[in-house]
């Protein structure tokens, strides 16, 4: 079993940043293309950004150039800085990761980007 925690969403305003953060209770760095997604209401969950263990990244198109991810291997942290926050960003945030052949999730946390 793998524990994923979230945390660092919130209420900001559309231009604004946040930094969400997840720590699991097993290596981040032998998890299998560790990534972010994100669901808003009525939507399907989708791929926000995934990082290789070889440092590899890739984002969605809608984030592209606003959101970085990235991960501290000793401290079994994933990370995600959301920079000019748009209301189409609202959504609950998940982490997920691959650690043999099952996927873990995150509990997800709440970003709301409005003014």
């Known amino acids: 079993q793998v524990q994923l925690v979230e945390s660092g969403g919130g209420l900001v305003q559309p231009g604004g940043s946040l930094r969400l953060s997840c720590a699991a209770s097993r290596s981040i760095f032998s998890a299998n293309a560790p990534g972010w997604y994100r669901q808003a209401p009525g939507k399907q969950r989708e791929l926000v950004a995934q990082?290789?263990?070889?440092?590899?990244?890739n984002y969605a198109d809608s984030v592209k150039g606003r959101f970085t991810i990235s991960r501290d291997n000793a401290k079994n942290t994933l990370y995600l800085q959301m920079n000019s926050l748009k209301p189409e960003d609202t959504a609950v945030y998940y982490c997920?990761?691959?650690?043999?052949?099952?996927?873990?999730w995150g509990q997800g946390t709440q970003v709301t980007v409005s003014s």
């Open positions: 990082i290789t263990s070889g440092g590899i990244t």
């Open positions: 997920s990761g691959r650690w043999g052949p099952a996927d873990y």
